[in-house]
């Protein structure tokens, strides 16, 4: 069975110091992946999608960079963290690239920016 | 722009009450309707629609699709404290099966 893995589970750090949140599934090939944020009591917002190795689409203009070295392994990295970068920070996957997929969420990680 | 919204945003109900859902979305390219429940942490898979009319039904969970009024809802019988959590709705538009979320419906479920 499909699972997937998340880890720092909880961060916290200051201003302007770097970040990288590391997702990994196992037990599936080739999986589209995407990260996503919510912020406090919101819904969720997609940040990143890939449908595979080094291919990333943003979907928003932000602070942030994601990164898929390899088939199961996503990367979600910030050079200097902002204020506004706080949040419950969440990784999915779905096979391959058919939007009758459901998309499976890890546990997240709750990034605190102070 | 596309936009999904849920309504009511939160509700308190106590223990064996039915709860409805909403889901009303204006999206370019509709292709499917996900429901998601989520607890403390990771949201959970409940359900997938593309077809308006079929129910989709699991234990006390049922859900169904308006494709004519472009809305969704969800209905949760003889509640339990365990139904207790935020209910998301996200669509489809893509065929990278990217989700666009709604704010969520909060489910408290008082003893």
């Known amino acids: 069975s499909q699972t997937i893995h998340q880890w720092p589970a909880t961060l916290v750090q200051p201003v302007g110091s770097p970040l990288s949140l590391e997702c990994t599934v196992e037990g599936t090939s080739n999986p589209n992946l995407y990260w996503y944020r919510q912020a406090a009591g919101r819904g969720l917002q997609l940040l990143f999608y890939?449908?595979?190795?080094?291919?990333i689409s943003s979907e928003v203009p932000q602070n942030l960079s994601a990164s898929r070295p390899q088939d199961r392994q996503f990367i979600l990295s910030s050079k200097k963290l902002l204020l506004s970068d706080s949040g419950f920070y969440l990784c999915?996957?779905?096979?391959?690239?058919?939007?009758?997929?459901?998309?499976?969420f890890g546990p997240g990680t709750r990034l605190t920016v102070l | 722009e596309d936009k999904v919204v849920q309504s009511p945003l939160s509700l308190v109900v106590h223990e064996g009450d039915t709860v409805t859902l909403n889901c009303s979305y204006e999206?370019?390219?509709?292709?499917?309707l996900l429901w998601y429940k989520q607890e403390k942490k990771a949201p959970t898979f409940l359900f997938m629609l593309?077809?308006?009319?079929i129910e989709k039904k699991s234990g006390r969970l049922s859900s169904i699709l308006d494709k004519k009024e472009l809305s969704s809802i969800l209905n949760i019988t003889a509640t339990q404290t365990g139904d207790s959590a935020i209910y998301l709705c996200?669509?489809?538009?893509?065929?990278?099966?990217?989700?666009?979320f709604g704010a969520g419906t909060q489910v408290v479920v008082t003893p």
């Open positions: 999915a996957w779905s096979l391959d690239a058919n939007s009758y997929n459901e998309q499976f």
């Open positions: 593309t077809s308006s009319g």
């Open positions: 996200a669509v489809t538009t893509d065929s990278w099966g990217k989700l666009q």
């Open positions: 890939s449908i595979g190795i080094d291919q």
């Open positions: 999206v370019t390219n509709f292709r499917s």
